[in-house]
């Protein structure tokens, strides 16, 4: 059949020579290249993967481009193009996010933290490379691992958590380096239409998905750079690079035989073939012969030097362990010992260190007979095939008045423009008040300031969010979040400070509020607790602030549980004060009259309180005639419920284990009811049985109590 009418074009510009493809993809697992030509650098216009004379190398591109034409009869007006691995910036961060409940997680919260981990490796890259001026852009970011809940899951959506966290590794490119590959293109007449990476381009076709969750490393061995990329679990897990590829090799050769680098070169490709004697002209114009032995014993040591480092780097990016197995790929990986030199630095066996070509060049086909699939071509497939996979380029956006770069993977966001120009992450989220830090009795609390307003986004004038998508020539308007008020919390704010201490006085029982001291001190209940402070609730009054609460005199003749006491005698729950006999007729007016001021106030707080509830009484009863089922006849209402309306309650005092204790809230009350108000445990047995006993009779929980019934309440 006939040529489609998209062709891709793809180039591969090495450190010594560039490599055009043309081709197309008609399914998964079928590429046809059309087209195909090499030329080698005439200078060493590229050292290490990076351009040096931008002219020169743009002169090779026309010239393969003019090649590829005239095979393809096309015309060819855009190229995809890889960045090599020896510019190639990779940080591998751990990001969480915690919410103040459990939520269920949605992709823009699974968004939002994988952004979160670009921003941290961007910083990262930012801090390790002080006082350099560079440019960085994330060119590419994988999720290694998620978790839920601090257990790894491989998706997040849908699950419910408290906390979800990730490890991203994210890949950074600098600007002038892809301001350097973008120049000669455009200089020989091309545009961009794809940029990716050699190490991705690579893996792409050296290691299908199939084989990705094994730990296998994929070595493309350039001119100039060793790329390196790991896999595990399904992803790719590192990128790496060593400055030392096979111009080393050649370079070794220029001072052994005393020959130009072209030469040298030559020497190095001849001893793949099958000559017994290598002829070569050295520099003086002499000609000398060679055996292809004698070129690889002193090209050993330069392999030796070159797979340890390859190996170092392997395990460092694997965590301080070998893979399981190498995959070589590229023309400096062909020499002589290569891969069993690196398996033996890695400590595998050689049998699993393999060139690559053939094997997984099975689904291309080429229409020009004479080219053999080989591993120097792994890595111009993979930079055609990523065309299909993630068509993208640099696009120009405006961001509050300012023009940003960036690279588009086709899912640029307004998030993705906010970050590559530099605006903070966290002003484009609500942002909490302070939040205020305390103890309790010596717990640690925390109170969560008010959450503040999201940021203000506007796309091209219209609403938008920080995940809406944006095109080329965006105008992108943020006005930053706000900040949320501080945290603040009153004494009496604190839900301890409801509580009640109960004392027994002249055998009256006289019920106070408990004291909050504050770094030592008593405070007010209106006291605004301030970072840091130590509270503590008082489980007793002193008797001379007894005395001073119910405006009673200290006689110096008072006991406490029937002993003498002082001022500063602790009077404790339950504690009994008394007056001696002679004395007691002298604070028995005061103590009457502290006694009826306190009855006459509860009577005015219930008659307020009644009058409070009439007022929603209507609306309660509908709610509970539309909400609460049936009653069966002849059940008890269980704990937290009642029968009769929660607006005819009626406050009942009673003992439980010789304490005072007031059941609230209802118009009748069953022994159950008394675990509300009375601290004890029966989820946890501290003994075989629990006794529960109503006036010494025995009682279940269903049984009703009333005012003045003694109870007893205990594990036996």
Same mark, same amino acid.
């Given at each position: 059949?006939?040529?489609?009418?998209?062709?891709?074009?793809?180039?591969?510009?090495?450190?010594?020579?560039?490599?055009?493809?043309?081709?197309?993809?008609?399914?998964?697992?079928?590429?046809?290249?059309?087209?195909?030509?090499?030329?080698?650098?005439?200078? =060493?216009?590229? #050292?290490? %993967?990076?351009?040096?004379?931008?002219?020169?190398?743009?002169?090779?591109?026309?010239?393969?481009?003019?090649?590829?034409?005239?095979?393809? %009869? =096309?015309?060819?007006?855009?190229?995809?193009?890889?960045?090599?691995?020896?510019?190639?910036?990779?940080?591998?961060?751990?990001?969480?996010?915690?919410?103040?409940?459990?939520?269920?997680?949605?992709?823009?919260?699974?968004?939002?933290?994988?952004?979160?981990?670009?921003?941290?490796?961007?910083?990262?890259?930012?801090?390790?490379?002080?006082?350099?001026?560079?440019?960085? /852009?994330?060119?590419? /970011?994988?999720?290694?691992?998620?978790?839920?809940?601090?257990? $790894?899951?491989?998706?997040?959506?849908?699950?419910?958590?408290?906390?979800?966290?990730?490890?991203?590794?994210?890949?950074?490119?600098?600007?002038?380096?892809?301001?350097?590959?973008?120049?000669?293109?455009?200089?020989?007449?091309?545009?961009?239409?794809?940029?990716?990476?050699?190490?991705?381009?690579?893996?792409?076709?050296?290691?299908?998905?199939?084989? =990705?969750?094994?730990?296998?490393?994929?070595?493309?061995?350039?001119?100039?750079?060793?790329?390196?990329?790991?896999?595990?679990?399904?992803?790719?897990? +590192?990128?790496?690079?060593?400055?030392?590829?096979?111009?080393?090799?050649? !370079?070794?050769?220029?001072? +052994?035989?005393?020959?130009?680098?072209?030469?040298?070169?030559?020497?190095?490709?001849?001893?793949?073939?099958?000559?017994?004697?290598?002829?070569?002209?050295?520099?003086?114009?002499?000609?000398?012969?060679?055996?292809?032995?004698?070129?690889?014993?002193?090209?050993?040591?330069?392999?030796?030097? #070159?797979?340890?480092?390859?190996?170092?780097?392997?395990? !460092?990016?694997?965590?301080?362990?070998?893979?399981?197995?190498?995959?070589?790929?590229?023309?400096?990986?062909?020499?002589?010992?290569?891969?069993?030199?690196?398996? %033996?630095?890695?400590?595998?066996?050689?049998?699993?260190?393999?060139?690559?070509?053939?094997?997984?060049?099975?689904?291309?086909?080429?229409?020009?007979?004479?080219?053999?699939?080989?591993?120097?071509?792994?890595?111009?497939?993979?930079?055609?095939?990523?065309?299909?996979?993630?068509?993208?380029?640099?696009?120009?956006?405006?961001?509050?008045?300012?023009?940003?770069?960036?690279?588009?993977?086709?899912?640029?966001?307004?998030?993705?423009?906010?970050?590559?120009?530099?605006?903070?992450?966290?002003?484009?989220?609500?942002?909490?008040?302070?939040?205020?830090?305390?103890?309790?009795?010596?717990?640690?609390?925390?109170?969560?300031?008010?959450?503040?307003?999201?940021?203000?986004?506007?796309?091209?004038?219209?609403?938008?969010?920080?995940?809406?998508?944006?095109?080329?020539?965006?105008?992108?308007?943020?006005?930053?979040?706000?900040?949320?008020?501080?945290?603040?919390?009153?004494?009496?704010?604190?839900?301890?400070?409801?509580?009640?201490?109960?004392?027994?006085?002249?055998?009256?029982?006289?019920?106070?509020?408990?004291?909050?001291?504050?770094?030592?001190?008593?405070?007010?209940?209106?006291?605004?607790?301030?970072? %840091?402070?130590?509270?503590?609730?008082? $489980?007793?009054?002193?008797?001379?602030?007894?005395?001073?609460? #119910?405006?009673?005199?200290?006689?110096?003749?008072?006991?406490?549980?029937?002993?003498?006491?002082?001022?500063?005698?602790?009077?404790?729950?339950?504690?009994?004060?008394?007056? $001696?006999?002679?004395?007691?007729?002298?604070?028995?007016?005061?103590?009457?009259? /502290?006694?009826?001021?306190?009855?006459?106030?509860?009577?005015?707080?219930?008659?307020?309180?009644?009058?409070?509830?009439?007022?929603?009484?209507?609306?309660?009863?509908?709610?509970?005639?539309?909400?609460?089922?049936?009653?069966?006849?002849?059940?008890?209402?269980?704990?937290?419920?009642?029968?009769?309306?929660?607006?005819?309650?009626?406050?009942?005092?009673?003992?439980?284990?010789?304490?005072?204790?007031?059941?609230?809230?209802? $118009?009748?009350?069953?022994?159950?009811?008394?675990?509300?108000?009375?601290?004890?445990?029966?989820?946890?047995?501290?003994?075989?049985?629990?006794?529960?006993?109503?006036?010494?009779?025995?009682?279940?929980?269903?049984?009703?109590?009333?005012?003045?019934?003694?109870?007893?309440?205990?594990?036996?």
């Amino acid at each position: 059949m006939g040529n489609p009418e998209q062709l891709v074009f793809g180039l591969d510009i090495g450190t010594r020579s560039i490599v055009g493809t043309v081709g197309y993809k008609q399914s998964m697992n079928d590429f046809t290249v059309v087209a195909q030509d090499v030329k080698m650098h005439d200078t =060493r216009a590229m #050292m290490d %993967g990076q351009i040096h004379d931008i002219n020169k190398v743009a002169e090779t591109i026309a010239q393969v481009k003019h090649s590829l034409e005239k095979q393809t %009869g =096309r015309k060819l007006e855009e190229v995809c193009i890889a960045a090599a691995g020896r510019v190639l910036k990779t940080v591998t961060v751990h990001v969480e996010t915690e919410f103040t409940q459990e939520v269920t997680v949605d992709t823009e919260m699974i968004r939002a933290l994988e952004l979160l981990g670009v921003e941290k490796a961007y910083q990262q890259i930012k801090e390790e490379s002080q006082g350099d001026d560079t440019n960085y /852009y994330c060119v590419a /970011y994988t999720v290694i691992k998620y978790y839920l809940n601090d257990f $790894s899951i491989s998706n997040l959506e849908d699950h419910k958590a408290k906390r979800i966290a990730a490890d991203v590794l994210t890949t950074f490119l600098p600007d002038e380096v892809i301001g350097g590959l973008y120049t000669a293109v455009e200089k020989a007449g091309l545009k961009v239409a794809n940029l990716t990476l050699e190490p991705i381009a690579a893996i792409q076709v050296a290691i299908p998905e199939k084989f =990705r969750l094994l730990n296998i490393a994929l070595v493309d061995v350039g001119a100039g750079t060793s790329d390196i990329s790991i896999t595990k679990e399904g992803s790719i897990i +590192a990128y790496g690079m060593i400055p030392m590829a096979g111009d080393a090799l050649t !370079e070794q050769l220029v001072g +052994a035989h005393l020959v130009d680098f072209a030469t040298a070169e030559q020497i190095k490709m001849d001893i793949n073939t099958e000559e017994e004697v290598i002829t070569y002209t050295d520099i003086m114009g002499l000609s000398q012969t060679t055996t292809p032995e004698e070129v690889r014993a002193e090209l050993q040591p330069i392999v030796d030097s #070159m797979t340890r480092q390859v190996a170092e780097k392997i395990k !460092e990016l694997n965590g301080g362990k070998p893979v399981s197995a190498v995959f070589v790929v590229g023309g400096g990986g062909k020499i002589a010992g290569y891969t069993e030199s690196l398996a %033996g630095y890695l400590g595998i066996q050689k049998e699993r260190v393999a060139l690559r070509g053939e094997e997984v060049l099975g689904f291309v086909r080429f229409q020009q007979q004479e080219i053999k699939k080989d591993p120097m071509l792994v890595t111009p497939i993979g930079i055609c095939l990523n065309y299909y996979e993630d068509k993208n380029n640099f696009i120009f956006v405006n961001v509050n008045g300012e023009s940003v770069k960036l690279y588009d993977n086709n899912r640029l966001t307004v998030i993705d423009a906010a970050m590559q120009n530099g605006f903070p992450n966290e002003c484009l989220f609500p942002r909490r008040g302070k939040e205020l830090n305390f103890t309790l009795d010596g717990v640690k609390r925390m109170i969560r300031g008010e959450a503040g307003e999201a940021a203000e986004i506007w796309v091209n004038g219209r609403p938008a969010a920080v995940n809406s998508p944006i095109e080329p020539n965006a105008k992108i308007e943020i006005k930053e979040s706000t900040v949320g008020k501080a945290a603040a919390l009153e004494v009496r704010q604190l839900p301890e400070y409801r509580s009640n201490i109960t004392f027994t006085v002249n055998k009256k029982q006289v019920v106070c509020p408990k004291f909050i001291e504050v770094n030592g001190t008593l405070v007010s209940e209106y006291y605004s607790i301030q970072e %840091g402070d130590e509270l503590k609730l008082l $489980s007793y009054y002193t008797l001379e602030k007894l005395l001073e609460f #119910m405006d009673l005199p200290y006689t110096g003749h008072v006991y406490v549980n029937n002993r003498p006491a002082g001022k500063e005698e602790k009077v404790y729950e339950n504690f009994s004060v008394e007056w $001696s006999l002679e004395e007691k007729a002298g604070v028995a007016a005061a103590a009457q009259e /502290y006694y009826q001021e306190t009855a006459a106030e509860h009577e005015e707080e219930k008659q307020a309180s009644s009058m409070d509830q009439q007022e929603t009484r209507k609306t309660e009863t509908q709610v509970l005639e539309k909400t609460e089922p049936a009653q069966p006849a002849g059940t008890v209402p269980v704990q937290g419920t009642s029968s009769a309306s929660p607006l005819q309650s009626t406050d009942v005092t009673v003992i439980v284990n010789g304490r005072a204790v007031t059941l609230k809230g209802k $118009s009748s009350y069953w022994f159950v009811d008394i675990l509300d108000f009375y601290p004890f445990d029966v989820s946890t047995a501290h003994g075989q049985t629990v006794v529960t006993q109503i006036n010494g009779e025995k009682a279940d929980f269903s049984h009703p109590v009333k005012a003045g019934d003694v109870i007893d309440l205990y594990w036996k």
